[in-house]
């Protein structure tokens, strides 16, 4: 019987651990436009995020494959972020010295563009604040959940993975 990979005993991948399953994008390609990539290390039975891409870009040979993004012919369109039932796609785009992190988000209340927002990384641990440049709705989502995009320092880039909304009712 094979080993459990750390990542399924801790609950969380860790940047290290996911690019040794999937080629990270070059420094050029995140500063070119924003590009998709699947934190999906486990071979399970799912390919809506194959399935939505208008361009192709996600391989998978079959549905128990993973899928791996050409990042090269990735638009930054965000279906498989709006789609994926995991919650595992992201988009990254460096911008300067910030980074857009593309995330879905499924908690209350969404937040709105300009938003400031707390950054929590992996763990759900806070590791600073950033400002919400983009909001796709639920309602106008492919998929059951609506998709933030926050800017972060870029050293954050690969660390944070959601965010705390100010003003929900443990903020009050
Ligand atoms: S962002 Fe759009 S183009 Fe890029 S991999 Fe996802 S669905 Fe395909
Ligand atoms: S839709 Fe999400 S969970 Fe399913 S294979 Fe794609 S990335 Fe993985």
Not at 11 to 26: A, D, N, Q
Not at 46 to 73: F, H, Q
Request: glycine fraction near 6%; hydrophobic fraction near 35%.
């Amino acid at each position: 019987m094979s080993e459990i990979p750390e990542y399924l005993k801790k609950g969380y991948i860790t940047p290290e651990e996911l690019f040794k399953i999937i080629p990270k994008p070059s420094d050029e390609r995140l500063r070119a436009r924003p590009v998709a990539v699947p934190e999906c290390p486990q071979e399970i039975p799912c390919a809506p995020c194959r399935e939505v891409c208008p361009t192709g870009a996600i391989s998978m040979p079959t549905p128990n494959d993973l899928p791996i993004v050409d990042y090269e012919k990735c638009v930054g369109c965000s279906l498989c972020v709006q789609i994926c039932p995991g919650l595992a796609f992201f988009m990254v785009h460096y911008v300067g010295d910030k980074a857009r992190i593309t995330m879905p988000y499924e908690l209350l209340p969404v937040p709105e563009r300009g938003d400031e927002v707390v950054l929590l990384n992996r763990v759900g641990e806070p590791v600073g604040k950033g400002k919400v440049t983009l909001v796709i709705p639920r309602e106008k989502s492919m998929g059951d959940t609506a998709v933030v995009t926050v800017e972060v320092p870029i050293e954050l880039a690969w660390e944070v993975r959601t965010i705390h909304v100010l003003g929900g009712e443990e903020d009050d």
